[in-house]
């Protein structure tokens, strides 16, 4: 009895010992397999922090943090396209910070006001399901997407919810001549749609499982799918060129724990981060300080990237993607009938 109600004490002891640290909360789409390593090696070198991280699609940790902007949940945002962040900086829900390594990043890649900083380069790629589709025949460029051999066979990721598909999606609009002929394109995508999905997982799964073939996803995410978890997965960088998004980070204005945030900030983008990222998780730094002998060798290959209007992405996109959801979105092929009335 007596040996029980220590190992009681003991317990109760810990757990009062782990609601002791600082809580530090992170919104970030990197995956679980890049976060839960960052949250362990941070909370080793910081005894005095508990890391939670919420696996989430870049627009979901904007939307969430925009509703939380009166009582802040999370300390940092980790992860999404630039023009998202710079949305949420005008809106006042970011805090400024420099970081020591700021003057390595061209001016392009973060905020005059330093309220965010671009990590990685991020190009987006069409994923394929290495089994099904064989060799000689797998897409090459966007527009292949639209052949008659794709119908039925494309798994999409719901756009309104992710940063990597609203990049996408105003991509290729603004690819066509017009905005117009920009949501034809993608009613025409529709129709060779099989679903759209909810959230990452569930598009590899379904590609994994071959209740579909091909898919518009990102070049990192595909990679680790198909390396770490072992997806049969494989990409082709769009030919005619693919956008590149910068990929940021950010403090949360009057999130908790402002020091700890900080020190994670600048503990995941550390150059020593930056290059076990690269290696494992196939992250393209941005930082122009990171001898190119020290990443992998195929971040030398050349990436034709897709000439994109950021600032027009950034005021029109949220336009765009409504209208997309809420007159093509399962409809391409009414859409394309009422276009020929």
């Not at 805090?95 to 991020?122: F, I, K």
């Not at 987006?124 to 797998?138: A, C, K």
């Not at 966007?142 to 940063?163: C, K, M, Q, V």
Request: glycine share 8%; charged share 25%.
């Amino acid at each position: 009895m007596r040996f029980s109600l220590t190992i009681l004490l003991v317990l109760l002891l810990a757990g009062c010992s782990s609601n002791d640290r600082d809580r530090l909360v992170v919104y970030s789409p990197h995956g679980k397999e890049m976060l839960g390593e960052y949250e362990a090696a941070f909370e080793a070198a910081n005894p005095g922090v508990d890391v939670r991280w919420i696996d989430m699609g870049g627009q979901d940790a904007y939307d969430r943090i925009r509703t939380e902007k009166a009582n802040p949940q999370a300390s940092i945002w980790w992860g999404g396209d630039g023009p998202t962040f710079s949305k949420a900086a005008a809106e006042g829900l970011l805090e400024s910070y420099q970081p020591s390594w700021a003057d390595a990043v061209p001016a392009g890649a973060h905020a005059e006001d330093h309220s965010w900083y671009a990590t990685y380069l991020t190009p987006e790629v069409i994923l394929f399901n290495t089994r099904t589709v064989p060799e000689g025949e797998r897409p090459t460029d966007w527009d292949d997407l639209l052949e008659p051999e794709w119908n039925d066979r494309i798994i999409i990721r719901y756009p309104l919810a992710s940063s990597t598909m609203r990049t996408i999606w105003g991509a290729l609009i603004m690819r066509q001549p017009t905005v117009e002929a920009g949501y034809e394109w993608l009613a025409r995508l529709d129709v060779n749609t099989k679903t759209y999905t909810a959230d990452p997982t569930q598009l590899y799964l379904k590609i994994a499982r071959e209740e579909g073939d091909v898919s518009l996803w990102n070049l990192p995410d595909t990679e680790i799918q198909s390396e770490l978890n072992g997806y049969p997965f494989g990409f082709a960088v769009p030919a005619s060129g693919t956008p590149i998004l910068n990929d940021g980070i950010a403090i949360v204005k009057g999130g908790p724990n402002q020091e700890a945030a900080r020190a994670f900030y600048e503990f995941v983008t550390s150059d020593s981060a930056l290059v076990r990222q690269a290696e494992r998780y196939f992250r393209i730094p941005v930082r122009q300080d990171i001898a190119a002998d020290r990443l992998p060798a195929w971040m030398a290959q050349e990436i034709v990237p897709m000439d994109v209007d950021w600032g027009r992405l950034e005021t029109e996109g949220a336009e765009w993607m409504q209208y997309w959801d809420e007159n093509i979105k399962g409809r391409g092929a009414e859409y394309l009938a009422g276009l020929e009335r």
